[in-house]
T-cell receptor
Framework: DAKTTQPNSMESNEEEPVHLPCNHSTISGTDYIHWYRQLPSQGPEYVIHGLTSNVNNRMASLAIAEDRKSSTLILHRATLRDAAVYYCILKNFNKFYFGSGTKLNVKP | AAGVIQSPRHLIKEKRETATLKCYPIPRHDTVYWYQQGPGQDPQFLISFYEKMQSDKGSIPDRFSAQQFSDYHSELNMSSLELGDSALYFC????????????FGNGTRLTVT
């Protein structure tokens, strides 16, 4: 049921911006785009979500393509604590399925 | 702020035994989700509840059952445990709104020996 595609892994340097892409070509008009991250042996942590417009919060920014078939999570200045698996998930009411996320490695 | 509480944090059981995992959602959250995450794997959706009724069902084995109670806490009951049931089990809660984010607990690590 996962309807998103993400790269398996990405690497970034500390204090540089990171752009994590996600494709969701079969998104429906009522699906919200959610991003979560997970550290080893911890529960997933909410990062950001949006429907059509770009969104900003204290953790990250979410850029959503005009056709909504893709989105990009932007970490403005990566820190070592941002190293995690990032999941892009489509949510529609109570349907919430994880796909294969992107493992982000941050180099000092 | 109150978070999702899961108990116990760790549980060790033998094959063919039963286990019960508990989840206490954030106050005023009416939807609960259960996920299973094996070593090195992504979380797999098991089941969800909204207002004490089963809402969606994923890859939950027939040996497992779950329910949501009147106070909105939820329990996942696992019987005839197998070695392959060893995993992290996460519970999450959210409000029913389409865009409400999920809030996850820290999980229960189940080890079956």
């Amino acid at each position: 049921d996962a309807k998103t595609t993400q790269p398996n892994s990405m690497e970034s340097n500390e204090e540089e911006p990171v752009h994590l892409p996600c494709n969701h070509s079969t998104i429906s008009g009522t699906d919200y785009i959610h991003w979560y991250r997970q550290l080893p042996s911890q529960g997933p942590e909410y990062v950001i979500h949006g429907l059509t417009s770009n969104v900003n919060n204290r953790m990250a920014s979410l850029a959503i393509a005009e056709d909504r078939k893709s989105s990009t999570l932007i970490l403005h200045r990566a820190t070592l604590r941002d190293a995690a698996v990032y999941y892009c998930i489509l949510k529609n009411f109570n349907k919430f399925y994880f796909g294969s996320g992107t493992k982000l490695n941050v180099k000092p | 702020a109150a978070g999702v509480i899961q108990s116990p944090r760790h549980l060790i059981k033998e094959k063919r035994e039963t286990a019960t995992l508990k989840c206490y959602p954030i106050p005023r959250h009416d939807t609960v989700y259960w996920y299973q995450q094996g070593p090195g794997q992504d979380p797999q959706f098991l089941i969800s509840f909204y207002e004490k009724m089963q809402s969606d069902k994923g890859s939950i084995p027939d040996r497992f059952s779950a329910q949501q109670f009147s106070d909105y806490h939820s329990e996942l009951n696992m019987s005839s445990l197998e070695l392959g049931d060893s995993a992290l089990y996460f519970c999450a809660s959210s409000a029913r709104d389409r865009d409400s984010p999920l809030h996850f607990g820290n999980g229960t690590r189940l080890t079956v020996t």
